[in-house]
């Protein structure tokens, strides 16, 4: 890797949906910078820097009033610059981290303190080298009390994950839905399966996010402005709202070659969630109940 990488827009458009009182971003990023927060040695992508002032600066822009901020691959189980965000954003901010399974208990209760309240299970070949599936459950049954295990993993995937899901013993948070095919319509095979795995527990949370990412041109799909996500996940919010968050996915790590404007993303929130009630849940409610129950 040499060039380091920019994949967020350089000046987003303001959304025409304005998000309610206390709205929270509950899936977002930083990277870096680099200096003095460096990438990991096994990261698959060098991006630039995407600090906590660029972070603050869009929530501003976009109209929300919180981060939940999820500690990306590149940063791999260092989450200095994820920790460092949380603590210059003045209580603004909570966080997911990505640790080293053999993490002491004490460690655990420092990032507790730093304002982390989840852990990430990261699945994709393409991001990261390996998954052991014994040692996430193991951690995942002395986490601080609380927390939650956030999971992001393909469609295809799920039924082989199941065993491992079924017996973590905190709430489930599912990055992107597990990467549905949209275009399949609410009903499609992926989309099925998905509401079956919701069914198995009531714990099981999700974000219904990255209209970017699935309904993307070089997936197949229609690019902005994402028809067939909004028409594939609107059911699925109406149906599970009490289990919903979400968030902007800024800086779309990876979307360099399709940059999504954070404007549209944001106005993707009434398509899916058409109700001042569903939007309170899904943007308010929901969030504060998993990252500032305490
Ligand atoms: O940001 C996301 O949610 C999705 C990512 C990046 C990612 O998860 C990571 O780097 O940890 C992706 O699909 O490349």
Redesign the pocket.
């Given at each position: 890797m040499s060039d380091r990488i920019v994949s967020w827009h350089p000046n987003p458009s303001k959304p025409s949906f304005t998000p309610p009182p206390g709205a929270v971003d509950a899936?977002c990023?930083v990277f870096g910078p680099m200096d003095p927060f460096g990438f990991s040695p096994k990261a698959k992508y060098l991006p630039a820097d995407a600090g906590p002032d660029m972070l603050f600066a869009l929530r501003d822009h976009l109209g929300f009033e919180k981060n939940v901020i999820?500690q990306?691959?590149?940063h791999g189980t260092d989450n200095a610059a994820t920790l460092d965000a949380i603590a210059k954003s003045g209580g603004k901010a909570r966080g997911v981290a990505v640790v080293d399974p053999d993490i002491s208990e004490e460690e655990l209760q420092a990032l507790h303190h730093g304002g982390m309240r989840g852990i990430r299970f990261?699945f994709?070949k393409r991001?990261v080298d390996n998954a052991p599936k014994d040692k996430f459950l193991e951690v995942s049954k002395r986490l601080p009390a609380g927390w939650h295990v956030v999971i992001?993993f393909e469609a295809d995937i799920l039924e082989e994950l199941r065993p491992f899901m079924d017996a973590i013993p905190v709430p489930l948070v599912i990055?992107?839905m597990g990467r549905p095919d949209v275009r399949q319509g609410p009903d499609g095979a992926d989309m099925k399966a998905f509401r079956r795995f919701l069914e198995s527990r009531d714990d099981i949370w999700f974000k219904p996010t990255?209209p970017d990412?699935l309904d993307a041109i070089k997936e197949g799909g229609q690019g902005d402005p994402w028809d067939a996500f909004a028409e594939a996940v609107a059911p699925l919010v109406e149906d599970y709202q009490d289990r919903v968050i979400w968030g902007t996915?800024w800086p779309h790590?990876?979307m360099q070659d399709e940059v999504p404007d954070d404007g549209h993303i944001v106005d993707m929130i009434p398509r899916i969630a058409p109700t001042e009630e569903l939007q309170q849940k899904l943007l308010v409610t929901n969030p504060n109940r998993l990252y500032w129950s305490d």
């Open positions: 899936h990023h999820v990306a691959s590149c990261n994709l991001l992001y990055d992107h990255c990412r996915d790590p990876n």
